[in-house]
């Protein structure tokens, strides 16, 4: 399906995607605390549940960013190890100095890299998650095949994003809250610079159920659409066998 619900007007190319989230990194922790009115921690914890780490496991976080969800997964699984990946630099460099901080700089390793051309060969973690991350990416089909190539058979892909929720009256009230406060909280705190595509790329985003389709038409099984907090965040896990 083409059109809106493939999100093509709002998308911007690799290199944009690179130079706004770099522009936004020193900011972006308190933005995202703001504009979640701070319930992005829950939102993100709810998520690696259903990755459901083992001490034993190897987990892959795409578009990590300042890397709260690598370190999230190792405060509940310290004997797990971690590779957050992500495209832009700068994000990645405040993800390192959080995990130095932790003293959980030996169990993660963050790396650059891009969600539809993964360098790491098949098969090689025991499941996938990327939190906030797919409304971003240009290319989704590429990425949720590579994303299925790397997981062993067994392991799961567990997507955190962003939604329009579904009922009229709470869709009504949500698109009010993100063109007045998201869009003023953007603007004041990214003073208008990478936020201003944010409101947009939120209702452009594919609606719950073409996620889950495109999600089995990349080789996903069990597909599930787990709505949270209204449905204003979205859960998807989806097995790879
Ligand atoms: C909204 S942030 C989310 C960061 C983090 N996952 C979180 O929970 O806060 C989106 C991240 O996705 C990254 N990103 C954008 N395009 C990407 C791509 N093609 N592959 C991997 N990461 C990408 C951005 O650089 C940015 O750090």
Redesign the pocket.
């Known amino acids: 399906m083409t059109g809106r619900h493939d999100n093509r007007d709002t998308l911007v190319s690799?290199e944009e995607?690179?130079a706004?989230?770099?522009a936004i990194?020193l900011r972006?922790?308190l933005m995202?605390r703001v504009i979640s009115l701070g319930l992005?921690g829950y939102w993100?914890r709810r998520a690696i549940a259903f990755l459901d780490p083992t001490e034993d496991g190897c987990y892959l976080?795409?578009?990590?960013?300042?890397?709260?969800?690598a370190i999230e997964i190792l405060r509940r699984r310290p004997g797990a190890s971690v590779v957050g990946?992500?495209?832009?630099l700068e994000?990645?460099a405040l993800a390192k100095t959080k995990a130095r901080r932790a003293a959980l700089a030996g169990s993660i390793s963050f790396q650059a890299?891009?969600?539809?051309a993964l360098a790491y060969t098949d098969a090689s973690f025991s499941g996938v998650i990327?939190?906030?991350?797919l409304?971003?990416?240009?290319?989704r089909r590429a990425?949720l095949s590579e994303m299925r190539r790397v997981i062993r058979p067994g392991g799961c892909l567990v997507v955190?994003e962003l939604t329009v929720p579904g009922g009229r009256l709470l869709r009504m009230l949500y698109r009010v809250y993100n063109r007045t406060f998201i869009r003023l909280a953007a603007r004041l705190l990214s003073r208008g610079n990478a936020y201003r595509y944010l409101v947009e790329s939120i209702e452009d985003f594919p609606p719950p159920e073409r996620v889950t389709a495109m999600m089995s038409e990349a080789g996903f099984e069990q597909v599930r659409h787990i709505p949270l907090t209204g449905g204003v965040v979205s859960i998807f896990v989806g097995v790879r066998v």
């Open positions: 690799g995607n690179r706004m989230f770099g990194a972006y922790d995202n992005a993100r976080d795409i578009g990590t960013g300042t890397g709260d969800v990946v992500d495209p832009s994000m990645l890299g891009n969600a539809s990327t939190a906030f991350c409304r971003n990416i240009e290319d990425a955190l």
